[in-house]
């Protein structure tokens, strides 16, 4: 027995809705009536793609301006001209005493130091760059290859202080073997276990493009490469990736989700420098009042009459006329000709607005301003522009953090080991082996590029407050200018003491700043002068609240 749903009055039949819970699942509005896209694994959405998309990004990076700006700007930000080791053991895990772990830790920071700035560029397996130049190439294809690939190499007898070399490999030799199709346990390159972990590496022994320059590498034939050393936890390939969604095997580039907008753009910018350009050179024309041709089919279609004198004479009227004045030449027409000037009827008053709505997107997907991608910096003032850079800093302080995490850090795990067996950094007794505690040993911070400033005469004020209020410390506020605060205070002990050694007075080393005071007049007072009257202030409003009875201010000075 059919029954239809009915109104509260019981009577009045109701229809069933056929319109969805949520608009993002409608199949019925106009805007996602066709809209059907495949769910789909990060493998199986990225991998039967990846060459092309790939191809297509670095042709934007080789051709488009805006696209080597972004990737410029976010490569000064994470990597710039280097990291710097600042090793920290973990020395409560570690069973030593604070001393012995700073100790350690300036071991553990002479031989990064050692390796990785050797002028004879040893750690590079090529010998073309130090581990800062490896860093940038590396992040190159982080960005836009979403993945940077390693291959560290043990070389004791090639003449440098360390065996460790690394050698940078495209993304693009990174595939399965005789290009068989994807598996459970083969996919993108990656020979994968039970659990999905990498079990080793499937590289082509030359890139696919290399064929006809390259004889001594055969494209067309593969090296497979243990994720470890055999028997060993030694890292055997590198392989750091962005990851976006579970399970994926490789990753996305950084432009895939704007290369369909960054090559509109740049066609359309393309198109219109050649119309400009065309307008430029051809500017004008002479209008004759006859065709030849037309007019005497018109006047004497039997082929008498013709204006074929007519022609003669404008002709020989032109080749004859060279008027000048002071070497400028005076156009003088024939009877009944007019000149004309062309006149640009293209609609391109959109296009600044289209650039820069353009240039707003790829800022926005890379995590940069709008004003560091096009280097325009007239629409912002002090907040705004200090709103935008904070915003980006706190990005660009992930994207470190991730590239560290999965590149950087995973070298140093593999030089410290080096350093422990050589003997250039000493376990002390009853310290648990460098294996054994390996997250402890290795803990570190990498310094990065400056932060920099937009008024530094606020923010070096600032950044002294949170100091003096214990919110930061000198080593944390160091960090972020990109300095050490170990080689700083050395360097400061050093300086005062050949001033003293010289006989020069000392500078004042706070920082002033010009006041008012009650009764208008201006004068320069320090930091630590400002400091002591906000002191003596809370001392003596302290005093007022416990002389009636009430409880101490929180947070006033003692």
């Known amino acids: 027995m059919n029954k239809s749903l009915v109104a509260s009055d019981g009577v009045t039949p109701l229809r069933a809705s056929m319109t969805s819970s949520h608009d993002a699942a409608s199949s019925r509005s106009v805007e996602m009536s066709d809209y059907y896209p495949a769910l789909q694994s990060a493998d199986a959405a990225l991998l039967p793609e990846r060459d092309m998309m790939q191809g297509r990004a670095w042709d934007q990076y080789r051709n488009s301006g805006w696209a080597v700006s972004g990737i410029q700007k976010l490569r000064d930000g994470v990597v710039g001209a280097g990291l710097r080791l600042s090793s920290k053991p973990d020395w ?20 990064w130091n050692a390796w990785s700035t050797d002028p004879d560029f040893y750690c590079d397996v090529e010998r073309k760059t130090d581990f800062n130049g490896l860093c940038a190439v590396a992040f190159n294809h982080y960005v836009l290859d979403g993945e940077a690939i390693c291959l560290p190499y043990w070389l004791p007898d090639r003449g440098g202080k360390y065996a460790l070399a690394l050698q940078i490999v495209d993304p693009d030799r990174l595939c399965n073997p ?9 996919r993108g390159g990656v020979e994968k276990g039970k659990y999905g972990e990498p079990v080793a ?11 006809w320059m390259d004889t001594a590498h055969d494209p067309f034939t593969w090296s497979r490469v ?31 989700p704007i290369l369909e907008r960054m090559h509109m753009e740049r066609r359309w910018s393309k198109t219109e420098l050649q119309s400009a350009l065309i307008h430029a050179v051809f500017a004008a024309f002479v209008k004759s009042p006859f065709d030849q041709h037309m007019a005497q089919s018109m006047l004497d279609p039997q082929g008498g009459a013709s204006l ?14 060279n008027l000048s004045l ?66 980006v800093w706190k990005h660009i302080s992930v994207v470190r953090a991730e590239f560290v995490r999965d590149f950087v850090q995973q070298v140093y795990v593999l030089l410290g080991e080096e350093l422990v067996e050589r003997g250039d950094v000493n376990i002390p007794d009853g310290a648990p082996a460098y294996r054994d505690a390996l997250a402890a040993w290795t803990r570190a911070k990498w310094i990065g590029p ?17 100091m003096q209020s214990m919110l930061s410390t000198l080593e944390d506020e160091a960090a972020e200018q990109g300095k050490d605060w170990e080689e700083l205070t050395e360097q400061r002990r050093h300086e005062l003491q050949t001033l003293s050694d010289l006989g020069i ?33 809370m001392q003596a409003l302290q005093q007022k609240a416990q002389s009636h009875g009430l409880s101490p201010l929180a947070g006033a000075v003692a």
């Open 92 to 111: 409560k895990s570690l069973n030593l005493t604070f001393e012995q772990s700073r100790d350690l830790g300036r071991e553990f920071e002479r031989g």
């Open 178 to 186: 005789n290009n068989q199709p994807e598996t459970s346990y083969m």
């Open 201 to 211: 590496y499937h590289f082509r022994n030359g890139h696919p493009s290399d064929i």
């Open 226 to 256: 243990p994720a470890y050393v055999r028997g060993t936890k030694r890292r055997g390939v590198i392989h750091a990736f962005l990851k976006d969604k579970a399970g994926a095997t490789r990753g996305r580039g950084l432009f895939t």
């Open 308 to 321: 074929s004198p007519y022609q003669d004479a404008r002709a020989g009227y032109h080749n004859k006329t």
């Open 326 to 391: 002071d070497g400028a030449r005076i156009p003088k027409l024939f009877p009944g000709e007019e000149l004309q000037l062309l006149r640009s009827e293209r609609p391109n008053n959109g296009f600044a607005a289209f650039e820069e709505s353009c240039l707003r997107y790829f800022a926005s997907s890379m995590g940069i301003s709008y004003e560091q991608i096009s280097m325009d910096w007239s629409k912002v003032n002090y907040s705004s522009a200090r709103a935008a850079l904070l915003e």
């Open 450 to 466: 400056a932060r920099g400033y937009i008024d530094p005469t606020k923010e070096a004020q600032a950044s002294e407050m949170r």
């Open 505 to 537: 007075p000392r500078p004042e080393w706070s920082v002033s700043s010009v006041e008012t005071d009650e009764n208008g007049q201006t004068q320069t007072t320090t930091v630590n002068a400002r400091l002591d009257r906000y002191e003596r202030r």
